[in-house]
């Protein structure tokens, strides 16, 4: 089944802590992206990979880290988390010409 | 600055009444406009989308949208809800010339459809 996978779905953890959310697709997508959901203001792009090796900054970066050393992955890096980063994390990706984004399930982050 | 705007945080209809999300926008340049919606516990799901060609655009589960050039708009109908609609219905627009996928994503509309 095509599909964007993340991994964890739920987390909860405490300021200071590094972690790690992963994002896995099985499409051959060129294109990836995170965003963060927060009640009242809808979705807010993170980051993005326009393919391997290609990142770039989306609207709300800070704080945030991303590579994409491989075309299937690519994983949201929060070195320092703050309680401010409790969100709703969405991963996404697009065959390029396509226009049309495939989510993964979302992974809910509480930092204490 | 390419902005969209859903001035309906939430939106009650009875089933079988039809229903009508509003979508706004502002871009400078053509906009590619897109309606995506988002379950409970789900990632969200691509619903339709308009690019270029005939302003009224049908899409998954009975769903169309009619982009209107003039008002700036691209509201989302149905002629006739059912309770299964409920959901988190969320307006994005990009543009060509950018990367088609870092759309700018309304604040999301709820939908409720009684019985």
């Known amino acids: 089944e095509a599909q964007v996978t993340q991994n964890p779905r739920y987390l909860i953890t405490v300021t200071g802590k590094k972690l790690t959310v992963t994002c896995s697709q099985n499409?051959?997508?060129?294109?990836m992206s995170w965003y963060r959901q927060d009640p009242g203001l809808g979705l807010r792009q993170i980051y993005y990979s326009m393919n391997v090796e290609v990142t770039d900054k989306g609207d709300v970066p800070e704080g945030y880290k991303v590579s994409r050393k491989e075309k299937r992955n690519f994983p949201l890096i929060l070195e320092s988390p703050s309680p401010n980063q409790t969100s709703l994390y969405f991963c996404?990706?697009?065959?390029?010409?396509?226009?049309?984004?495939?989510f993964g399930a979302g992974s809910r982050l509480t930092v204490l | 600055a390419q902005s969209v705007a859903q001035p309906e945080d939430q939106v009650n209809v009875a089933e079988g009444n039809p229903l009508t999300v509003k979508c706004t926008y502002s871009?400078?340049?053509?906009?590619?406009l897109f309606w995506y919606v988002q379950y409970p516990n789900r990632g969200l799901q691509f619903l339709l989308k308009y690019i270029t060609g005939d302003n009224l655009v049908k899409g998954s589960y009975g769903f169309e949208a009619e982009f209107n050039k003039s008002q700036t708009s691209f509201h989302l109908k149905k002629p006739s809800a059912l309770v299964s609609d409920s959901a988190l219905y969320f307006c994005?627009?990009?543009?060509?010339?950018?990367?088609?996928?870092?759309?700018?994503f309304g604040k999301g509309t709820k939908l409720s459809v009684k019985p």
């Open positions: 996404a990706s697009m065959n390029s010409g396509a226009n049309v984004l495939t």
């Open positions: 994005a627009v990009s543009t060509p010339g950018g990367s088609q996928g870092n759309l700018i």
């Open positions: 499409m051959n997508h060129e294109y």
């Open positions: 871009v400078s340049g053509n906009p590619y």
